[in-house]
């Protein structure tokens, strides 16, 4: 598991509630979902793409190339999500914590496609990634119970440095 995919995931559990998490589930159809998470109260699924690219997000040679790719994993995780989930509201979420201003632009596109075939998609890029790992940060400090999320476990020992 990804440390950024750890921190995904710890966020599900610790600031959402999340009980059920599963990393990395790979897609009989080729690829894989970074991180899955159940909404306590059952009623929706989150299928999450992590990109933690500190660089920029960025897939191949070009934005283009990178929102097609996208596009495709939404498709991927939203057949999955019809298969294996059909009584939950899916959520498609990419989670990136740097994403050039132009390709936020062209992401904002695919999301609005998306409602239109009906897949819910939400981004989590920039400041609002920056936003989400703060809170965490935040329950990381109040927290000192052991636990099995390596990102989490970092964070309450950085947070409770003498």
């Not at 790979?26 to 306590?40: C, M, Q, R, S």
Request: net charge neutral; with cysteine.
């Amino acid at each position: 598991m990804d440390v950024g995919e750890s921190l995904v995931g710890s966020y599900f559990k610790y600031v959402l509630g999340c009980k059920i998490v599963v990393y990395n589930c790979h897609l009989e159809a080729g690829g894989e979902i970074d991180v899955i998470a159940l909404a306590p109260d059952g009623s929706r699924v989150y299928l999450c793409e992590v990109a933690t690219h500190l660089r920029g997000l960025l897939y191949g040679d070009s934005n283009a190339t990178t929102c097609t790719r996208i596009a495709h994993k939404i498709k991927r995780a939203a057949a999955f999500a019809a298969a294996n989930f059909p009584d939950r509201e899916p959520v498609f979420m990419l989670w990136a914590p740097a994403v050039s201003r132009g390709l936020a632009r062209e992401l904002a596109g695919i999301k609005e496609s998306s409602a239109d075939q009906g897949i819910a998609v939400e981004f989590i890029l920039n400041r609002d990634y920056t936003a989400c790992i703060r809170r965490l940060q935040e329950v990381a400090r109040q927290n000192i119970k052991t636990t099995d999320e390596p990102a989490f476990r970092l964070l309450q020992i950085l947070e409770h440095l003498r």
